[in-house]
């Protein structure tokens, strides 16, 4: 039967890249994506914006919401100090095979834990389950309509401190409207787009920063 195109993402990474070489797995992705097939990772360019981001942050609680095929997990978990954990919420079983896979050959399963469930399901189980008090930390990059019901579910939930950052993949492209009148606008957000491009074209895309104010 046909391989899907995760599959072959995952060949391009384990033929193309270095295991324990996180790096080399983003590159190989991305020239997969760029030269063979599109696929919806961030990308090299938004991945930049992530990768300052998370520098500057530095956090040591990570969620992700929407692993896909593990791109932008890896470009996370990578920058990471020593005992800081990634928690990744995938619901698709095939794709969160795949990304167990890109995340075990870039060396860095020690810091990541993909969850394979609904956002919706886990993010009320975050503190009994994985023990999290809060995030410091969230990448959001899964359906596009559940970034402005899952952000008020970590609120509701007590997972978001002062300072915690949220960060939003696609805010221009897919788009997310109502995700994006609601951290401009509320007064419990201070909120900034980072403009981009779409990963891999010349569209407009962007990466909206929100800072959870308490
Ligand atoms: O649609 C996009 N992303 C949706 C991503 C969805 C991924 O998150 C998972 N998921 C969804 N809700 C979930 C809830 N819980 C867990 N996993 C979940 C899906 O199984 C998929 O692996 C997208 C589209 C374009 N585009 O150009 O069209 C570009 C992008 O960068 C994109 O991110
Ligand atoms: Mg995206």
Redesign the pocket.
């Known amino acids: 039967t046909k391989s899907t195109r995760p599959q072959r993402l995952l060949k391009a990474v384990q033929k193309h890249s270095t295991r324990g070489d996180p790096q080399s797995v983003i590159s190989a992705i991305d020239h997969f994506c760029r030269h063979r097939e599109w696929a919806?990772?961030?990308?090299d360019e938004?991945g930049s914006i992530l990768d300052s981001v998370v520098s500057e942050l530095n956090p040591e609680k990570v969620l992700e919401?929407?692993?896909?095929?593990g791109y932008s997990t890896v470009r996370i978990a990578r920058l990471l100090p020593p005992g800081a954990r990634l928690i990744t919420?995938?619901?698709?079983a095939d794709?969160a095979a795949i990304a167990r896979q890109v995340i075990a050959w870039a060396g860095l399963e020690d810091k990541v834990q993909l969850v394979e469930?609904?956002?919706?399901d886990?993010i009320p189980r975050m503190k009994e389950h994985f023990g999290i008090e809060t995030f410091d930390f969230v990448f959001l990059?899964?359906?596009?309509d559940?970034y402005l019901p899952?952000t008020k579910l970590m609120e509701d939930c007590g997972l978001l401190r002062k300072g915690t950052v949220l960060l939003a993949?696609?805010v221009i492209?897919?788009g997310v409207p109502d995700y994006l009148e609601y951290v401009r606008n509320s007064l419990s957000y201070k909120s900034c787009y980072f403009k981009s491009h779409?990963?891999y074209?010349k569209?407009e895309?962007g990466l909206e920063k929100s800072v959870f104010l308490g």
Not at 40 to 43: A, D, E, R, S, T
């Open positions: 919806m990772n961030v990308g938004k919401l929407g692993t896909y095929c919420l995938e619901f698709n794709y469930g609904a956002s919706g886990w990059d899964h359906w596009k559940r899952d993949d696609n492209c897919p779409l990963e074209t569209a895309d």
